[in-house]
Every structure is written in C-alpha cells, then in structure tokens.
C-alpha cells in the first residue's frame, strides 16, 4: 500500500492521483512506495538531530556568557553597570509585582524573539549572552568577588536554567531557519519554527513567574 513520503499518510490506489489527500505534497514515484517503518524511522532520526542541536545551543549559550563574565573589566566600565543595576533595582522596587514581572518577560522575549531571525538573529543572541556576561563581570568587580563563581552561583536558581534553555531553542531554531534558507527549504521549516517560539514564550513565561516571586522575597 502506498504511503505519502512527506507526511505517511495512505495515498489513494488511483494512479492518476497526483496529490496527497492530507498535506497535498506531489505523489511521486518514491512518496507511493514509501513505508510507513521508514517514515517514522526518519521522524525519529530528524527529532535526536533537533534534539541534540538544541542541547548543544544551550551550552554555547554558557560558554559565551562565561566568556563574557572572565575577561578583565576595567573599573570605570564596572561602575557604570553598577550604577545602571541599581537604577533597575529601584524601578523594581516601586512598581507592582505583576509589572515587575511583565517587565522581565517582555524583556526576554524581545531578544529571545530576535534570536529567531535568521542569519542576523543568532549573531544577537550571542552578543545579548556575551553582555550578560560583562553585567556579571560589572558586579564582581563592584563587590571583590570571582565573576566565574558569581556565575556559577546564578544557576543556583531555576529561572536561569529555563531563561538559557530558551535562549538555546531560539540559538538553534535560529541557525536552523538560516540553514534552510540557504538550502531553499524554508517552506519546511516554518512548523519547527512556530513550536520553538511558543515553546520559548511558555518558558519564559514561567521563568519570569518565578524570577518576580523571588525578588518579592527578597524585597519583602
């Protein structure tokens, strides 16, 4: 029985058939004699590809911030960021929790939407990530303390791992979407697209949530 290579779908018998009923792909030779242990065969191998790109942005995404955060800071730089974190705090400290809040997730979602564009939106991400890292740098300086370690003590906290898996998703859809462009599938793409966006709208939903809670307990 004939099979629709794009989506598996059973192709009618008719042979003068020449579109899938389902996703209206073009019946061609191969797509009517695909099977259905192939197709999910090539689902399953395009889900670990996907899968393990992403873990790999996530960890790029580290790397660059921690680049960032070890590289010498001059005290004028320092002070400047100090002084601007400060400035934050007390924005912070005058408005209600739930714009606190809607302050911090639109932020993160304005450059992690970004990150999507291709060919210029990783390159962004990337220098959003390496700024995170001079900011980390700013208040170790500011407070005589190791960068590195400051670094390390931020993902004490789980609004920072889910902030950086997203900042991931939209580093690798990112360089998916400018590798598809360059091979003029973008067509095919645009699925994986919509899913990592609501993706990193739903984490950094909850990442904010989370991030807003605790600077109430910290501020209470």
């Not at 192939?38 to 942005?57: D, H, L, N, P, Y």
């Not at 010498?72 to 601007?84: L, M, N, R, V, Y």
């Not at 303390?145 to 998703?169: C, K, M, V």
Request: charged share 15%.
């Amino acid at each position: 029985m004939p099979y629709c290579q794009k989506c598996g779908t059973t192709l009618p018998d008719d042979e003068e058939a020449r579109f899938c009923p389902n996703c209206g792909a073009s019946i061609q030779a191969p797509s009517r004699i695909a099977k259905p242990i192939e197709f999910s065969r090539k689902i399953r191998t395009e889900r670990s590809r996907r899968t393990g790109s992403i873990i790999v942005a996530i960890a790029i995404c580290f790397i660059i911030t921690a680049f960032g955060a070890i590289l010498p800071i001059d005290s004028s730089e320092a002070q400047g960021t100090s002084q601007e974190f400060v400035k934050l705090e007390n924005v912070f400290e005058k408005v209600s929790p739930f714009f606190r809040m809607t302050m911090i997730y639109g932020n993160n979602l304005m450059h992690s939407l970004v990150t999507f564009i291709p060919f210029v939106g990783p390159l962004y991400g990337s220098y959003v990530l390496f700024s995170t890292g001079r900011f980390i740098a700013a208040v170790a300086s500011t407070h005589g303390t190791n960068a590195f370690n400051l670094l390390i003590l931020t993902f004490i906290f789980p609004h920072a791992w889910i902030e950086y898996a997203s900042f991931g998703i939209a580093l690798s859809e990112g360089s998916w979407l400018t590798l598809m462009i360059l091979r003029r599938s973008l067509g095919d793409e645009l699925t994986n697209v919509s899913k990592a966006i609501s993706a990193c709208a739903l984490l950094l939903l909850s990442a904010a949530f989370i991030e807003t809670y605790l600077i109430f307990l910290f501020l209470a």
